[in-house]
């Protein structure tokens, strides 16, 4: 059974930083791109960052380029993001999700996602 | 970067009946286009990708057309278990935009 999991969100300060987890089973985590997404409270899906299988290709929102940055550890079967410089505005719920096999851009599963808030 | 919106943003249909969501993108999008689902207080659930396929597991009652521009999702009979946020998802380029989301109710 696939499962992601999410960790890492919290409360910070603006201007701070937060790194989120997702640890990945059930499937070859190496096969796979990954992809964050976000969703504001009572707001809709927005697309964050995604990573190639062996990490050499990445790519980013413009709202987050140069804030945060995507890794993933294949032996670990994790994904990371980084964030930096954080602000009111980045508050949400992150979700960790899954490239499909046939289009890595596409998610097809989903965890229960990390909720970061950023407020002073 | 490719808007996509999505219509109408809300919609109330009687339990039996069809709910038709439309989404439209700003610039072709060929057939990248996925459509999620998701219920309150859960993660989104992948309904169908590559605009008409239906995902493992998914009802047939879900059914889905559209190319380049100009997309549809359709639920022919309504469940109660249908209650949801609908998303379309442009996935060919990114930023792999989505779009605000369609409200489904029961009438």
């Known amino acids: 059974e696939v499962q992601l999991v999410e960790s890492g969100g919290g409360l910070v300060q603006p201007g701070g930083s937060l790194r989120l987890s997702c640890a990945a089973s059930?499937?070859?985590?190496?096969?796979?791109?990954m992809n964050w997404v976000r969703q504001a409270p009572g707001k809709g899906l927005e697309w964050v960052a995604n990573?190639?299988?062996?990490?050499?290709?990445?790519h980013y929102v413009d709202p987050v380029k140069g804030r945060f940055t995507i890794s993933r550890d294949n032996a670990e079967k994790s994904v990371f993001l980084q964030m930096n410089s954080l602000r009111v505005e980045d508050t949400a719920v992150y979700y960790c999700?899954?490239?499909?096999?046939?289009?890595?851009?596409?998610?097809?599963?989903w965890g229960l996602g990390t909720l970061v808030s950023v407020s002073s | 970067d490719i808007v996509m919106t999505q219509s109408p943003g809300s919609l109330a249909v009687s339990l039996g009946e069809r709910a038709t969501i439309n989404c439209k993108s700003s610039?072709?999008?060929?057939?990248?286009l996925a459509w999620y689902q998701q219920k309150p207080g859960q993660p989104p659930k992948l309904l169908i990708y590559?605009?008409?396929t239906r995902q493992s597991g998914v009802p047939d009652r879900f059914s889905a057309s559209g190319s380049g521009t100009d997309f549809t999702l359709t639920i022919s009979s309504l469940q109660a278990e249908d209650v949801a946020v609908y998303y379309c998802?442009?996935?060919?380029?990114?930023?792999?935009?989505f779009g605000g989301g369609t409200k489904v109710e029961i009438k």
């Open positions: 999700a899954r490239g499909s096999r046939s289009n890595g851009w596409l998610g097809d599963y």
């Open positions: 059930g499937f070859t985590f190496n096969n796979h791109w």
């Open positions: 610039q072709s999008v060929l057939t990248y």
């Open positions: 590559g605009a008409s």
């Open positions: 998802q442009k996935y060919h380029a990114p930023p792999l935009t």
């Open positions: 990573i190639k299988e062996d990490g050499s290709e990445n």
